[in-house]
């Protein structure tokens, strides 16, 4: 096959893969783009059957009370406030493509944003507005139609899901964005240690839901071609990512002995983990569509935005 994002051909990775996360099918394999490195899950799955792997017990679509959930909002609380900085002085909107449970969507509507969303119709739509009385609307993102423009459009851990991602980046630029308007995007590294470590086994890649896998090389070079204006871009490592990694290397072994050693080799995988975080499994980008600023990069441990 092409690579979407620069026309090259892509080699087979990994063939025959499950979903090691819930379990809900296998005979999954991943081609990689030989330049930018960009990876593809195979078979293609169309949109209305993309469903099915987005069950009433997929962790995105419940609200979180645990000590996790805690961390995760602050996160997110962090994300919304750092995008404060472009809000205009007047309300600001905000547009959230996938968001899952609207947890997000919550937050920024606390912070000032008047909100909209959109996801899959199924659970997340429900919870959205029991939780939080916010109105989503079902769709997929590849076909969304925009009757209005937004001052932020936000696609946290979403894009990866899409089969087409061109065409979604495309729509948000021409049809999405106001003037100046400002894209957040937030997704796992194809590129990261934890893939390096884990293989087909690595939550980065979360078999079939993560439909393409962003390299960093492969995901500036996609927003450059839309003539998006980078401002800024950093790594994020989320812990919680490489430990679902190494129990689905343990669980979905083949074999109890290749199982007991997955087992004796945890000290080897801790030590790796503390140094993914000079290559951490997530990556942040800010990038506006009228190219007026630089891109700049000034906090320590953060990614220098180059092609």
Not at 123 to 130: H, S
Not at 299 to 307: A, F, Q, R, V, W
Request: some cysteine; aromatic content about 12%; hydrophobic content about 35%.
């Amino acid at each position: 096959m092409k690579c979407l994002i620069c026309k090259s051909e892509t080699q087979t990775l990994y063939r025959d893969c499950k979903d090691y996360r819930l379990g809900l099918g296998s005979g999954f394999s991943i081609e990689r783009c030989v330049l930018c490195g960009t990876g593809y899950t195979e078979p293609k799955i169309p949109e209305e059957e993309l469903g099915k792997f987005y069950p009433s017990v997929y962790e995105n679509y419940q609200a979180r009370k645990n000590i996790l959930g805690k961390y995760l909002r602050r996160k997110k609380k962090r994300e919304i406030e750092e995008l404060l900085k472009y809000k205009t002085p007047r309300e600001s909107t905000l547009f959230e493509i996938g968001c899952g449970n609207g947890e997000t969507l919550f937050l920024a509507r606390e912070l000032g944003f008047e909100v909209y969303g959109s996801d899959l119709p199924g659970e997340g739509i429900v919870t959205a507005k029991q939780n939080f009385c916010i109105d989503v609307t079902p769709c997929a993102a590849e076909k969304l139609v925009f009757d209005k423009k937004y001052d932020v459009v936000l696609m946290r851990h979403s894009l990866e899901h899409i089969n087409d991602p061109v065409a979604v980046l495309k729509n948000i630029y021409e049809n999405a964005l106001d003037d100046a308007g400002v894209l957040f995007l937030a997704l796992p590294r194809f590129d990261s240690l934890d893939h390096c470590v884990m293989k087909n086994f690595s939550h980065v890649l979360d078999m079939p839901r993560h439909r393409t896998h962003f390299t960093k090389k492969g995901l500036l070079l996609l927003l450059k071609n839309l003539n998006f204006s980078l401002i800024r871009i950093y790594g994020s490592e989320a812990p919680s990512f490489y430990f679902s990694s190494y129990l689905w290397k343990i669980r979905h072994q083949e074999t109890f002995v290749k199982k007991f050693l997955c087992l004796l080799a945890s000290p080897v995988y801790t030590a790796l983990f503390l140094l993914s975080f000079l290559k951490p499994n997530c990556m942040y980008v800010i990038a506006k569509k009228q190219a007026v600023l630089h891109a700049s990069s000034n906090e320590s441990g953060k990614d220098k935005i180059s092609l």
